[in-house]
């Protein structure tokens, strides 16, 4: 992926050859950017309309890549971004937070595979009652397998922080199992 994502860098760097670039920087990461922004909003469509918005202002910004970090941990910041943006104005469209709750609740009850076990559906439903950081975390270490100091990049906190907000969730998170699941 490293000598790809030279490429994309070089072709991006270019007006001549932006579009092939931003062809390759999308099929490189359009996969796991949809993934790791599925899992924050839940919603498909809306998905993939931040997706998209990702791409776009990756487009409109690449400029300011400074290559301090790698493109997919620039292209992962953005994505995060524009997913809580998203989830900011769907909260200000709520009425209340217990709204918004149950909202999120069917979503998941929508979204999940329909062979989907119980335990799986209680993961998704465990993972959406967590603050926003801690679901951030949570998503990119347990799905994505990131280590913290690239999660570390994407939401600019430090490490220390990052494993605390890990532990949190984690806990959380088996203890909503524990008291739903029922055999």
Not at 125 to 141: C, D
């Amino acid at each position: 992926m490293k000598i790809q994502e030279t490429e994309i860098i070089q072709l991006m760097s270019s007006d001549k050859s932006r579009e092939k670039g931003v062809r390759l920087m999308m099929d490189a990461y359009q996969s796991r950017l949809y993934w790791h922004i599925r899992r924050f909003v839940v919603d498909h469509d809306l998905a993939q309309d931040i997706l998209q918005d990702t791409f776009i202002k990756a487009y409109q910004n690449f400029h300011q890549f400074k290559q301090e970090s790698q493109l997919y941990t620039w292209l992962y910041r953005i994505a995060t971004n524009e997913s809580l943006q998203q989830l900011n104005k769907i909260k200000k469209m709520q009425k209340s937070d217990e709204d918004s709750t149950n909202h999120l609740q069917n979503l998941v009850a929508e979204n999940v595979q329909p062979d989907a076990d119980e335990i799986q559906v209680l993961l998704q439903k465990a993972i959406n009652t967590l603050p926003e950081k801690q679901k951030l975390v949570f998503n990119m270490r347990y799905y994505d397998d990131l280590p913290y100091e690239e999660i570390s990049q994407i939401l600019e906190m430090s490490v220390g922080t990052l494993k605390t907000n890990y532990h949190y969730a984690k806990q959380k998170v088996e203890d909503f199992i524990k008291q739903n699941y029922t055999e």
